[in-house]
């Protein structure tokens, strides 16, 4: 009886959410259309890449997500798109490169789990990466806005931005450590600004390299982010952009109850940065020292970002956020 009872209560719920264009009410009702149709269709073309596999690996979901670090319908949809019309490609080359990216595995252990020789290897790894870095394209700026609630304090803030930090190995020349030496992390780095959108959490735009010598705001200033978003527009960022007017930032030393609400108003939101930040350093690549040519790194960068952003398609990282809907302080200014 308590069953019927609530499968009539969540029906009539859910009937009233539609009505009022919210949707399911189910944790994951903001997956789009075209996510849950390929969703249906992943059996289709998984019994190939299951094959390929199991001459190398177990067969099985959890040995291929640590190796390769996504789903199989991430990987389809990167080789239909951008590898499959050209003829030198093959599926076995994409595998591997994702697990170049994924495991960035040392000497010769990867050559030797794929079982093919070291200039084969490294020779198809580039080759993929090369491509992928001229033709990729899924990172969309024009993603950032969204309808908003037209009350809302934050209703022209789309953007929040953050830099994150990767580690290389220590150079041997003198002048390039200096160069690339980063006071925050105390180790040498290549520092990238990451916009993600405050609504979806989907990223938005992704800035060239700079070197670990360079602080935030600067990064913010010079690599042409505030050239691309509207006047009337702002960003939502941590308290290493303080002094900017077109950015939200928190007190660095809140002391009245209003700045402490605003701070936790900014930190509630920024998470969503720091947690699509988390799905970059899943890669090796990019969580561990650098061990290839410092030019090469934004190439893999680059590729990774694209690669999450189609990750994050289908497992979208944001929630609806309470305070992009409620105002809270209907006369506060910044």
Not at 86 to 108: C, M, N, S
Not at 208 to 229: K, V
Not at 293 to 304: A, D, M, S
Request: overall charge positive.
């Amino acid at each position: 009886m308590a069953i019927e009872v609530y499968n009539s209560r969540h029906a009539v719920d859910s009937d009233a959410r539609k009505d009022k264009g919210l949707g399911h009410p189910c944790r994951r009702s903001h997956l789009c259309t075209t996510a849950q149709h390929t969703l249906q269709q992943v059996f289709m073309y998984k019994k190939d890449w299951e094959t390929l596999w199991a001459k190398y690996w177990p067969a099985n979901n959890r040995t291929w997500k640590s190796s390769i670090g996504c789903e199989v319908f991430v990987v389809e949809k990167i080789w239909n798109t951008y590898l499959a019309k050209e003829t030198k490609f093959e599926k076995i080359h994409l595998l591997w490169a994702l697990y170049f990216l994924r495991q960035y595995p040392v000497g010769d252990v990867g050559h030797c789990v794929w079982k093919v020789s070291k200039p084969t290897y490294e020779k198809w790894i580039w080759k993929v990466l090369f491509h992928l870095d001229e033709h990729i394209d899924e990172i969309d700026f024009e993603e950032r806005k969204r309808p908003r609630t037209p009350n809302s304090i934050f209703s022209n803030a789309f953007l929040c931005v953050d830099v994150t930090e990767c580690t290389l190995e220590k150079p041997t020349n003198r002048y390039t450590r200096n160069m690339f030496y980063s006071g925050k992390s105390k180790a040498v780095t290549l520092k990238y600004e990451v916009a993600v959108s405050v609504d979806s959490g989907q990223i938005c735009w992704v800035s060239e390299c700079s070197p670990g010598t360079f602080h935030d705001a600067t990064i913010l200033q010079h690599q042409g982010l505030l050239d691309m978003i509207g006047e009337d527009e702002v960003l939502i960022a941590d308290k290493a952009y303080v002094g900017y007017d077109m950015v939200y930032h928190p007190y660095k030393s809140p002391k009245t109850r209003e700045q402490l609400e605003w701070n936790k108003m900014i930190g509630s939101i920024r998470v969503v940065n720091e947690r699509a930040i988390r799905c970059f350093k899943l890669w090796n690549c990019l969580s561990h020292n650098w061990r290839h040519e410092i030019c090469l790194h934004p190439i893999v960068f680059k590729v990774i970002a694209h690669i999450v952003h189609i990750m994050l398609e289908y497992s979208p990282l944001q929630k609806p956020n309470k305070w992009l809907s409620l105002v809270y302080f209907s006369d506060f200014t910044k």
